[in-house]
Nanobody
Framework: VQLQASGGGLVQAGGSLRLSCAAS????????MGWYRQAPDNTRELVAV????????KYADSVKGRFTISKDNAENTVYLQMNSLKPEDTAVYYC??????????????WGKGTQVTVSS
């Protein structure tokens, strides 16, 4: 599975950005897709994840109420709408998918990161 992320950029505090991540390749076994971020201090945390089947979502406490993850199964694309951005949201955002392999094992794939910078 290959992941192509886009949509990062520079925005002022209080602004919005929308990230997109398109999956290609062996996408039939995708279990979930989500976003992680790595801050300048190199800590990486889960931001949001959405399952392919029932669309259940999970968010980091720090982004609840501000970020919304959604998906387009037909296009194998996941979106992260980020509103009310704060300087502490500044990070490199990575798309990730957990995909069932042919032997029933769960495989993780990462996309290249996209920089999000929020100025105060």
């Amino acid at each position: 599975v290959q992941l192509q992320a886009s949509g990062g950029g520079l925005v002022q505090a209080g602004g919005s950005l929308r990230l997109s991540c398109a999956a290609s390749g062996s996408t039939y076994g995708i279990k979930d897709m989500g976003w992680y971020r790595q801050a300048p201090d190199n800590t990486r945390e889960l931001v949001a994840v959405i399952t392919s089947g029932d669309g259940a979502t999970k968010y980091a406490d720090s982004v609840k109420g501000r970020f919304t993850i959604s998906k387009d199964n037909a296009e194998n694309t996941v979106y992260l709408q980020m509103n009310s951005l704060k300087p502490e949201d500044t990070a490199v955002y990575y798309c990730r998918t957990n995909t069932w392999g042919d032997r029933g094992n769960l495989l993780g794939y990462w996309g290249k990161g996209t920089q999000v910078t929020v100025s105060s």
